[in-house]
Each structure stands twice: as C-alpha cells, then as structure tokens.
C-alpha cells in the first residue's frame, strides 16, 4: 500500500455558529476501491448561498434541500460547506490519476470521494478559472429555464459572477441585445468585456422581453419587475433564506401581464431533463470555460487559512468582489 492509499491527514473550513468559522484537521481514512484522493488547488465561495449559510439563515423547511454533496454536519452549525473545489488526483484509478479535476465538494486541503464524483477539466481549463465552474452551470440552467429568443431584449439585473455569466451567454445568442443592470458602475466595464452593455438601475432599458434577476437583494428584483414589458418573464436567481421579500405587485403587475418564476440549479431545467444528467450539464460548463475573457471575474483570491476571515467579509456586505477563489498550499 503506497502513501497515497493509507490514512492522511487534511484540513476543512467549518462554521462553527453565526459568523463564526474555522480551519479544523481531520484524519482520512484508507481509500477504498472506487475512490479517488483529491488534493485541492483551488476551491471558491459562493456570494450568495455560503453567505447565507455562514449567517445560519437556512430555513428549517429547506435543511434537507440545501445540502451540499459531501458536507459534513447539520444546519445551522456545525457544519463543513461548499461546492466549489478544483485539485489534481493523487490516488485512484490510472485514467484520472495526475487528472485536474472539478468537484461538488466543501473547502478542504485533501478529501476523498468517489470517482464518478470528479469531472475532469477540459484541455485549454486552467484549474484557477475552474473555480467559476458552479456558477456557469447555474447560468446555463437559468438559460434553459428563460427560454430567450433571436433577438430579444435581455436585462440582467445584478451584475455579480452570477449575473455576468448569464449576460455572457445571453449576449452570445444572434441578435439579443443584453443590459447589466446594476448599483456599482465599476461593473460596467466587465459587462462591456463580456460583450453586454450596462446600466445604473434610474437609467436602465425598460420595455425588456425577458429579465433575469441576480442581485440578491429585494429592492433589485422589484427593479426588475419595473422593466419587464407586456407579457415578460421575469426569471428570479436570487436565493433569500429566511428573509421576507416585499414586491410591488400593484402599479401595472397585473397591467403587463407579467410572468414571474423561479429558477434553481438543483434540478436540471424541465426542458432539457428527459435528456441531460447533472454530469453532462456540469460538462457543458467547463467545455465553456475555455474562454480567457472570464479570468475578469476571478477579482479576489486569498490563501485558504485565511477563509474564515473572507468569509466574514462577504457575510458583511463586501461589494467590490466578483469571484472569490481560494488558493491551496503546495
């Protein structure tokens, strides 16, 4: 038995309360057949749904829902979360053995899982960019979900990672002229490079066919509403915890006939889930990951003892941050 096979030891991020996390070591065990032992590169957090975790606003009701592939522990606390982790096969069949490799998997220096729980990354993927990995494939589920047309109209309200990406796409389709909307002009000139245009929300396109919101925030969704056109959809990305949302559903709601629908990337978009698995979907993100121009929303990195610290950051509002990736040590 080699010493990539035998027990090791690793280090996991853990919120531990409200706000609070920390670095804790634990013992892995033998891998066993099937398994691969994965020591990570990079991994990144997730703006809205780790926030909302590190703050404890999980909803009792959704605790089962908002699990995370390989976490450990409960909701609220303790409990090891994420989902966005890239690292290189040390152990495990010979075909993925030295492979990069994307992984649902919590922020974790060294970890074991099943083989098929693995995808590798596409040649021409640097793992640093893979970190956006998560965030693409709910940009693509969104996609699926809006069902935009040639030559539609397309406002993306919130212009954070997730935004961007679905602007990015949108903006790829013949014909669709696509807004990012958003309260911090610096996002502007991502937009731009990413092929959409930009707007502060008093000066935004109304009259859209389709609005996607992404911002996070009530008062972004309520925007969104206000430039939907006759008979929009209005696809709501935005995930809430356990706080109320007020919407103006007076003024023209009703008037313009607007259609308003959630969307989640936990289960593949009804359209296309007769034929494609979360794998393939997963696969179809990193495929599109091969563009450089998306190395723009990769704004902030940090060393991983330093997690615990960044994640209070964003917990508290930090608005500068696209991505956030964390960087491993050699």
Not at 193 to 202: D, N, V
Not at 296 to 313: G, I, K, N, S
Request: charged share 20%; hydrophobic share 45%; aromatic share 6%.
């Amino acid at each position: 038995m080699t010493a990539a096979t035998t027990a090791a030891t690793a280090q996991a991020c853990w919120i531990t309360g409200p706000l609070r996390a920390e670095i804790r070591a634990e013992t892995l065990p033998p891998l066993r057949e099937g398994e691969v032992r994965v020591r990570a590169l990079h991994s990144g957090v997730s703006r809205g749904t780790e926030t909302l975790v590190f703050r404890g606003e999980v909803p009792a009701s959704e605790a089962r829902r908002m699990r995370a592939p390989f976490q450990a522990g409960e909701f609220p606390a303790p409990v090891k979360y994420g989902y966005v982790s890239v690292g290189v096969v040390e152990a495990g069949p010979a075909h993925l053995r030295g492979r990069a490799v994307f992984c649902l998997h919590p922020h974790q220096t060294l970890y074991q899982v099943p083989a098929d729980a693995v995808a590798p990354l596409p040649e021409g993927v640097p793992p640093a960019r893979a970190v956006l990995a998560a965030n693409l494939e709910t940009a693509i589920n969104a996609l699926w979900d809006a069902a935009p047309r040639l030559g539609e109209r397309i406002s993306v309200v919130g212009g954070g990672t997730l935004g961007l990406l679905v602007a990015w796409l949108a903006a790829r389709l013949p014909g669709c002229e696509v807004q990012v909307v958003d309260t911090a002009p610096a996002r502007a000139e991502v937009a731009r490079a990413l092929g959409a245009g930009f707007a502060l929300p008093g000066a935004a396109r109304p009259e859209a066919d389709l609005v996607i919101h992404a911002s996070g925030q009530p008062d972004g969704l309520s925007t969104a509403l206000g430039l939907a056109g006759f008979e929009a959809t209005v696809l709501e990305l935005s995930w809430y915890g356990t706080r109320a949302v007020p919407l103006p559903l007076g003024q023209g709601f009703h008037a313009q006939r607007l259609t308003l629908r959630s969307s989640q990337v936990g289960q593949v978009a009804t359209a296309q889930r007769a034929r494609w698995t979360h794998a393939r979907r997963l696969g179809l993100a990193l495929s599109l990951l091969k563009d450089p121009v998306l190395d723009r929303l990769v704004t902030h990195h940090a060393r991983f003892d330093e997690l615990p610290q960044v994640l209070a950051r964003l917990a508290g509002g930090d608005s500068e941050t696209l991505c956030q990736r964390i960087d491993y040590p050699d």
